[in-house]
């Protein structure tokens, strides 16, 4: 790429309405300078997303940009933090003004929602790929963590699941029928919607939280491993949205538990504070099941008995991930 | 790649040595949870490499995980900011553990010699690309910005330039003799050393600073355009290594002033202020020329001749970058 050229990069990028009072200094010199909260930790997540990886290689631009910010606020989300700063490493293959517009359009639009700052950037030219790390602020005391789930707590799902494995399959192997459904998962898949105002509102409440990103069963896994807990889940409990129903095959729980990338708010909460929590969300929540002080994941059907499950099982393209 | 091969992976970067206190929740939950100074601001860099793009495919993997953080410490070095956590968004096309291993050690090598702590990361599959993110602390008043160089102020850089360009050539073309010249050129490319105590020495002091990453003219140009200034500059008086001068064409000031890679810094001090910070300085540094209120960059020999230098050639393969 010519020097021209970045600068029209550069452009799509410093060009944005969000200006918080706690960045003196932006995106243009070595680093941006920042001015942390006084009275807050700093809850800080990176994500990597790879084209025909994390997304099929013909995704829109827009569904890119947005994505790329929205599976890191989900992170925040997860940890009851108020989102603040986020970074953008962004590897081209060209220079193409148009995929940029629409990219910037997407991740700006969703930075904007949360009140989020570009701070800083680094582009570079190669296989496109976008490493995207956000900051948010929250207290030691009130965030949420995975090792904090007790015997006896329930566990809670928000939104629906498995429309984005669902979508993903869509997107790959069309049909001409039901085009509202599909375009609804597919929808999913590409526009999630991270939960920070539930992930706010669970502060200093939720025993722990995770967001599902790798699928129910491997990150529900992740919080019973570290809290040292096992959970009964109910299959018939599970949120499935209506499109999910008319277009997964009947009882088709497998792709619901380990199909990822719908980045809802998987989290338990003490008996006592389920009544005054759930009243305080401002999105559809679910009672899935409880843990228990037996450890493993069991799945149980409508009448208790118990269903074999592939817990580590993936059935789309993303790959696993350290954290 | 399979859940066991993440494990491992996980693995080199959770067996660290340095273990900050402000650092309350490291790797393994939905975000790390860091506890900021109260007195600081928190200067924040990303950058990214690219196989192929920023290092040649075959460079040794301890080198690409030293210089994967040294680019970024050295942005943080010319912000005159105190290196304290880093985060890993690694992209690798297998899980490699030789690799691997060696990778972790170049990291983790420089990473303990700055006192950084390694807070984050993410791990996917794909072409091999590294973007390291570093946050480091600097007061307000004291931070080293690209705007305050006025005419008069002397120029200066630390160390050698020129050395990580004639050492990329000699890499993509080796020859039999000089063995010692041209591995010190190499070693130069593949080991920067990123300036930290020279821009902590220089804090409150130097009118301006940055890094010299994509070469001499097109750094000290940014610092010019920030400015409002020009600058004369006296090749006779570059600083160049006896490799440098022993491989090097006669008289090859183009190489010198264009090739990156060098992350030595470059900085401006006011003329009564020269004396006082040079000698606190733990590494040579060299007056090169003078800030002037001209505009415009001048390249002149021994002679006062102006000499025509392209300032915005640049002869080897790192791309642009936008900030």
């Known amino acids: 790429m010519t020097c021209s050229e970045f600068d029209l990069i550069r452009h799509f990028f410093t060009e944005q309405s969000i200006r918080r009072t706690d960045v003196p200094l932006g995106i243009g010199d070595d680093a941006a300078l920042l001015s942390p909260p006084a009275d807050s930790l700093l809850a800080v997540s990176v994500d990597t997303l790879i084209a025909g990886i994390h997304f099929p290689l013909d995704t829109i631009a827009r569904a890119v940009g ?36 629409d990219f910037a359009q997407g991740f700006f639009e969703l930075a904007s929602t949360h009140n989020v700052q570009l701070v800083g950037g680094d582009t570079t030219r ?16 009130q965030a949420l963590l995975r090792n904090g789930a ?10 629906t699941v498995g429309d984005a494995g669902l979508g993903l399959r869509l997107y790959q192997q069309p049909s001409d029928t039901h085009c509202d459904a599909t375009m609804h998962l597919i929808h999913r898949l590409e526009f999630p919607t991270p939960r920070i105002a539930v992930g706010l509102a669970l502060r200093g409440r939720a025993s722990s939280a995770i967001d599902i990103s790798d699928g129910l069963a491997a990150d529900l896994g992740h919080v019973l491993t570290a809290s040292g807990v096992g959970a009964d889940i109910h299959v018939d409990q599970l949120p499935l949205s209506s499109a999910y129903r008319l277009l997964a095959p ?6 619901a538990v380990s199909a990822g990338d719908d980045y809802e708010l ?27 002080a037996s450890p493993g994941l069991r799945w149980r059907d409508a009448n208790d008995q118990q269903l074999a499950l592939d817990n580590a099982g993936f059935d789309h393209f993303t790959s696993r991930k350290p954290q």
Do not use: H
Request: net charge negative; with cysteine.
């Open 250 to 255: 009947e009882n088709n729980w497998q792709t």
């Open 266 to 292: 998987c989290f338990t909460l003490p008996a006592g504070l389920e009544t005054e929590v759930l009243a305080r969300l401002d999105c559809p929540c679910t009672r899935i099941g409880e843990i228990t």
């Open 126 to 141: 190669g296989p496109l790929s976008i490493t995207v790390q956000v900051t948010g602020f929250v207290s030691q005391e």
């Open 66 to 101: 947005y994505k790329a910010l929205a599976v890191n606020l989900s992170d925040l989300a997860a940890m009851g933090a108020e989102p603040a700063w986020a970074t953008l490493a962004l590897t081209l293959p060209r220079a193409d003004t148009s995929w940029l517009s």
């Open 150 to 159: 007790q015997p006896g707590d329930g566990i809670f799902l928000t939104g």
